[in-house]
């Protein structure tokens, strides 16, 4: 099964950016699609979107134009770039992959 971590996570001002990273533990990583999710406090794990393993993305409607989901395999690692950040925006990401999840990263968006 293979080992996920994410970082990049941080405090960021409205509008601003980040970039998030998901660095995997094997080559398998390469033949499989991934996702990234987000949960608020209080609040369900949401998906944000997904990629597979040729590069053909999916968005959830509320970061659609905002987020963008990349992927290099030679590095065994996925990326969440972050746009026009909001406050409610405020939560921990996760990567996941099949049935492997991240430990997450706190990404807070507050001035």
């Known amino acids: 099964q293979v080992q996920l971590v994410e970082s990049g996570g941080g405090l960021v001002q409205p509008g601003g950016s980040l970039r998030l990273s998901c660095a995997a533990s094997?080559?398998?990583?390469?033949?499989?699609?991934m996702a990234w999710y987000r949960q608020a406090p209080g609040k369900q794990r949401e998906f944000l979107g997904s990629?597979?393993?040729?590069?053909?993305?999916d968005y959830a409607d509320s970061v659609k134009g905002r987020f963008t989901i990349s992927r290099d395999n030679a590095k065994n690692t996925a990326y969440l770039q972050m746009n026009s950040l909001k406050p409610e925006d405020t939560a921990v990401y996760y990567c996941?992959?099949?049935?492997?999840w991240g430990q997450g990263t706190q990404v807070t968006v507050s001035s």
């Open positions: 094997t080559s398998i990583f390469r033949i499989l699609p």
């Open positions: 996941n992959q099949v049935k492997s």
């Open positions: 990629i597979t393993n040729d590069g053909r993305t």
